[in-house]
């Protein structure tokens, strides 16, 4: 980094792109020549148990074509390892930095390195902007007449759809000519990292934008053994792909496939508002739930070894490639809170610790919904069937024999408890425990 004139820096987190980019725009109208950094952060990195991480490979591969596309006008992308604070101060104290712009981030954690980062840049005179640009609407931007967060969807929906206005939905250019000319600088390996390649990522470029499949989506979304999923939220979660941009697209094109990115945006509100959610249920009543210690019926069920199709497949598909399919999702989740009676945490962490696409508020939000203990979550007295499931969502068993070879053989296990009575007993302990 040059140590002369004034530059603005432009930190990406989750919004590794140069398209349609609102605070990168804001940021080349800064004044100062603008040089982007990205810090693979060790608080994160060394917290990731599997060396083959699929999202440390992911992120790595969009940085390597973000550098591309920057050393085609001159400049490069700084790419820096360690804890935040001290790359920042090292920052400081080689370069002249008048300003830095991020784009908000809403998880705990993100939260808490903000503050430590935004009172270090303020010791030393450089002024922090934080923006929004991963969601539509923020933290408090969609409230109720009283003023307050909302904990019911589908009011909340409408509101949200109400709010909405073109201008909601811009796009914003960004002017590469604008950017620091810098040398082309080295980008750290995998194996400096401390991790391994995997083969099987998603497309680096989400475009095409699977627009059949959004067409379609209402009638597709439930079925795992048909490609109807778009497969856009790792692009989502780090910011390869503009939220303005599929939800323009959403708007006219599926209500329903609308209507998830509004759960998305949900979810995120109520993280911000509680994010004590990550460890604590939101309706604090469901902690007394009794749950069961049974780490073979866990094995099991992070295994795909349950003897329910649709709940192993599911957890193979998750195992073996990063991805689970959002009905099989929801089953799974399911069954481990009420057949099994396992406390929803340590699902939402097996799932943390595998989705290639995670992104903590849908993740804590849609467990809490398994559970019972969120905001509009499903009632604590509705249990899936799994057996019911695979009948109506996977009739000619496509999803079930792809994960599972053995299906339909000896070698496939028995159900590891039955379904009639895991109810009878789901419904007995919550019923003690939130009387």
Not at 129 to 143: A, C, M, P, T
Request: aromatic residues 12%.
């Amino acid at each position: 980094m040059p140590d002369e004139q004034p530059v603005h820096i432009h930190w990406f987190r989750r919004d590794l792109r140069l398209t349609d980019h609102r605070v990168l725009h804001q940021a080349v109208r800064s004044g100062y020549p603008v040089v982007p950094l990205f810090i693979f952060d060790r608080d994160i990195l060394d917290r990731l148990e599997n060396r083959t991480d699929r999202r440390v490979h992911f992120i790595h591969r969009q940085l390597q074509r973000l550098k591309k596309t920057l050393q085609t006008v001159g400049s490069d992308l700084v790419v820096k390892t360690g804890r935040p604070e001290g790359v920042w101060r090292e920052v400081l104290s080689a370069s002249n930095v008048a300003s830095v712009s991020v784009v908000r981030d809403y998880e705990p954690y993100a939260r808490e390195r903000d503050q430590a980062i935004w009172s270090l840049l303020k010791e030393n005179g450089v002024r922090l902007s934080g923006y929004k640009d991963q969601v539509i609407f923020e933290r408090s931007d969609i409230l109720t007449k009283a003023g307050d967060p909302f904990k019911v969807f589908t009011p909340y929906a409408k509101q949200w759809r109400r709010h909405l206005q073109e201008s909601d939905l811009e796009s914003f250019d960004v002017d590469l000519s604008a950017f620091q000319k810098l040398d082309p600088s080295p980008l750290p390996s995998l194996d400096d990292l401390g991790f391994r390649p995997v083969s099987d990522l998603p497309a680096a470029d989400p475009r095409p934008l699977p627009l059949d499949i959004i067409k379609g989506y209402r009638e597709t979304r439930d079925l795992p053994g048909q490609s109807g999923t778009t497969r856009l939220g790792v692009h989502l979660r780090f910011g390869t792909l503009s939220i303005r941009e599929l939800v323009r697209l959403a708007r006219t094109a599926n209500p329903t496939f609308l209507n998830e990115l509004v759960w998305r945006e949900f979810f995120q509100m109520v993280l911000w508002h509680h994010p004590e959610s990550v460890h604590r249920a939101i309706r604090p009543e469901y902690d007394r739930i009794e749950w069961e210690e049974n780490p073979d019926h866990f094995q099991a069920w992070c295994e795909g070894q349950t003897g329910y199709p649709m709940v192993d497949a599911g957890m193979r598909e998750l195992n073996e490639t990063g991805f689970m399919h959002n009905r099989a999702r929801m089953v799974a989740a399911g069954f481990l809170c009420k057949h099994l009676l396992i406390d929803w945490r340590k699902g939402e962490r097996y799932f943390a610790s595998r989705l290639i696409d995670f992104e903590c508020a849908s993740n804590v939000g849609n467990w809490q919904w398994a559970a019972g203990s969120g905001h509009d979550a499903a009632p604590w007295f509705r249990i899936f069937n799994p057996i019911r499931q695979q009948e109506r969502f996977d009739p000619d068993l496509h999803y079930a024999r792809k994960f599972l070879p053995e299906y339909g053989t000896t070698a496939y296990p028995e159900p590891i408890i039955e379904h009639a009575k895991a109810r009878e007993r789901a419904l007995d302990r919550y019923r003690r425990a939130l009387k």
